[in-house]
């Protein structure tokens, strides 16, 4: 009986209302004291209107300030395409406003976490593999091209519901990594917090030998780093033990 | 490969705006399989036992939750802290699309009833007149309420801090002592509380993720928080 939950980092969560995945996953990487706390905002529908919408208005902004009334150490944004939505750069946009609403608790994207953990574990040849459609997939791919990394494939399932992205077990979502991603890539982002990841990375690390990182994965990792939180987790990717 | 996700159920929860307690500790007791999707209200302080739950604020987080097409939602907010009857909220979120709305309120009445306990200690966190509003809202039920006493303790209480209140302030005979708190850590404390007092402990969040995981048809057996959730497995 040790106490209180959250001696160590408190992680608050600003999620898309719909999404069934990002907490139980972050709790599952989660070191002991560390506790998630979520605030959602809506998307109606995961398409670039969709996302689009959601963030032409202050509804992130909303989800921050009530979220910083909790003594929080750091919050994360957890949408992939609604920080990469406008190309480079943008991941910073909506962490700097999303930051100044939360009264300066530090915030990290999951756009800008990735790009991060791509570069710490030295990735350049990306695979980019999305459960989005056709075009969120390629303003995926352009801002990880913008940003510097050779997107050597970009695929996605054409869905837009977190219904429809629920329904992808990780044995499917290991088989479509696998298919997608080509001998020449050097790493892997398996886009959007809708989409179970974390359970699959150890092992398709093991099936493609190289680095996985997802977005579920990638986000909590850079914040834990922002609440200076350094524990090693084994059983989810090269990224947390690195 | 494991499968961190509600594969079995996912329970959706509506916490204050400032809460730390609630999610931990619905992660905590849920089972394989169980998980947890919250959201909170902007208008709700229960760390100070003020705010109301105004009827826009509940319909946009239901509504919310709701569009998740998730197995159960509850207002894990003592009836005391929200200073509403239960049937209001309860019914204000069925209107919200809410299939199975629970309320704290009603949790805990529907615990106490399980456990056969009709004499209850009540002691509550934040303002003495939410205590009592609390207090009320069970004797309008039929359950009698022996004496009522304040914790002090902040928000966010460790439950090891619960522990010594409750200890300290569960002298007067009672066949229960009801924790009426989410703003306090209670979850790890009530199975030492309820052997050292030798009555059943029960606690808001507790009776709250009891009722919730019910109506989603999760019956499992959960050792380490209380004899609730011990006692109906084995029923």
């Known amino acids: ?28 990487m989660a070191p002991a004291g560390v506790t998630i706390h979520t605030q959602r905002l809506h998307l109606t529908k995961m398409t670039v209107s969709g996302v689009e919408q959601m963030m032409a208005s202050t509804e992130a ?23 990469f939505l406008k190309g480079i750069g943008y991941d910073d946009e909506v962490r700097l406003r999303l930051q100044a609403a939360a009264n300066g608790i530090p915030v990290t994207t999951t756009s800008g976490a990735a790009l991060r953990a791509l570069r710490v574990l030295g990735v350049t040849r990306l695979s980019f593999v999305s459960p989005y459609d056709e075009a969120l997939t390629a303003i995926g791919r ?32 290991r088989d479509y990594a696998k298919r997608a991603t080509p001998p020449d890539a050097n790493g892997v982002f398996i886009a959007c917090t809708g989409l179970r990841s974390v359970g699959a990375i150890d092992a398709l690390e093991r099936d493609l030998g ?9 986000t909590f ?22 | 490969m494991d499968d961190p996700t509600g594969w079995r159920a996912n329970i959706g929860v509506v916490c204050g705006a400032a809460n730390i307690v609630v999610e931990p500790e619905f992660h905590a007791m849920s089972p394989p399989g169980v998980a947890t999707c919250a959201t909170r209200m902007a208008s709700l302080d229960v760390e100070r036992g003020t705010g109301t739950p105004d009827a826009e604020e509940l319909t946009r987080c239901t509504r919310y939750l709701v569009d998740a097409n998730l197995d159960v939602i509850v207002l894990a907010t003592p009836a005391g802290c929200a200073g509403t009857p ?16 629970i309320t704290a309120a009603a949790a805990v009445v529907d615990a106490l009833r399980a456990l056969r306990v009709r004499n209850v200690l009540v002691l509550g966190t934040g ?13 309008d039920t039929g359950i009698t309420v022996a004496a009522i006493a304040l914790l002090e303790l902040p928000a966010g209480a460790a439950a090891a801090a ?21 703003a306090v850590e209670t979850i790890m404390a009530l199975d030492a509380l309820e052997q050292d007092l030798a009555v059943p402990v029960l606690s808001t969040v507790q009776a709250c993720f009891w009722a919730a995981a019910r109506a989603a048809g999760i019956e499992d057996t959960l050792a380490g928080f209380g004899s609730l959730l011990a006692r109906e497995s084995a029923q």
């Open chain 1, 142 to 173: 352009r801002f990880f091209e913008q940003n510097g990394f050779a997107v050597v494939s970009a695929v996605g399932l054409g869905m837009h519901t977190d219904a429809e992205m629920f329904g992808v077990s990780l044995a499917d979502l």
């Open chain 1, 221 to 242: 990792w850079d914040a834990l780093r922002l609440a200076g939180v350094r524990a090693p987790q084994r059983g989810f990717g090269h990224l947390y033990r690195h």
């Open chain 2, 86 to 101: 239960a049937t209001w909220a309860a019914a204000h979120m069925s209107a919200s699309g809410a299939r199975y709305p």
């Open chain 1, 210 to 218: 190289i680095p996985v990182i997802s977005a579920v994965q990638a």
């Open chain 2, 127 to 139: 303002r003495r007149d939410a205590i009592e509003r609390e207090s009320r809202a069970l004797a």
């Open chain 2, 162 to 182: 619960t522990y010594r209140a409750v200890r300290a302030a569960a002298s007067r005979p009672a066949a229960a002592v009801y924790i009426a708190s989410s």
């Open chain 1, 1 to 28: 009986m040790n106490g209180p939950l959250g001696w160590r980092a408190r992680i608050g969560l600003i999620y898309p209302n719909c999404g069934l995945v990002m907490e139980p996953e972050c709790y599952a």
């Open chain 1, 61 to 83: 902004e909303r989800c921050a300030r009530i979220l910083s009334r909790a003594p929080l150490d750091a919050i994360m944004f957890g949408g992939t395409s609604a920080s």
